[in-house]
């Protein structure tokens, strides 16, 4: 198991930029492959972004593709998801989440530990 902590939400006009960060404990964090997911209220869980546990593969969700860049520094145990050119519909509870694979997955029914998560709101 790997505990997982986000930070860097809060509330922004829409055009502004953003840096999440999630700090990882516990296990090897490079044994893990990291996906970014979102939840606004009576959604489900939105795969956002995914990085292979060596960070050499990535994939966006089309809606983020060009504006949110995921990546990871495995000496710090850490993933980020720098987000530009935000929009109100970007508006939801953030959180980064663990699979013990090499690649990351769509589904967030394959990721195994979750953060407690981080809330981003983008006014208009």
């Known amino acids: 198991q790997v505990q997982l902590v986000e930070s860097g939400g809060g509330l922004v006009q829409a055009g502004d930029s953003l840096r999440l960060s999630c700090a990882a404990s516990?296990?090897?964090?490079?044994?893990?492959?990291m996906g970014w997911f979102r939840q606004a209220p009576g959604n489900e869980r939105e795969f956002v972004a995914g990085?292979?546990?060596?960070?050499?593969?990535?994939s966006y969700v089309d809606s983020v593709k060009g504006r949110f860049t995921i990546s990871r520094d495995n000496a710090k145990n850490t993933v980020y998801l720098q987000m530009n050119s935000l929009k109100p519909e970007d508006t939801a509870v953030y959180y980064c989440?663990?699979?013990?694979?090499?690649?990351?997955?769509?589904?967030?029914?394959?990721?195994?530990?979750w953060g407690q998560g981080t809330q981003v709101t983008v006014s208009s």
């Open positions: 990085i292979t546990a060596s960070g050499n593969s990535i």
């Open positions: 516990g296990r090897p964090f490079s044994n893990y492959a």
């Open positions: 989440a663990a699979r013990p694979r090499q690649y990351y997955s769509g589904s967030y029914r394959d990721y195994n530990d």
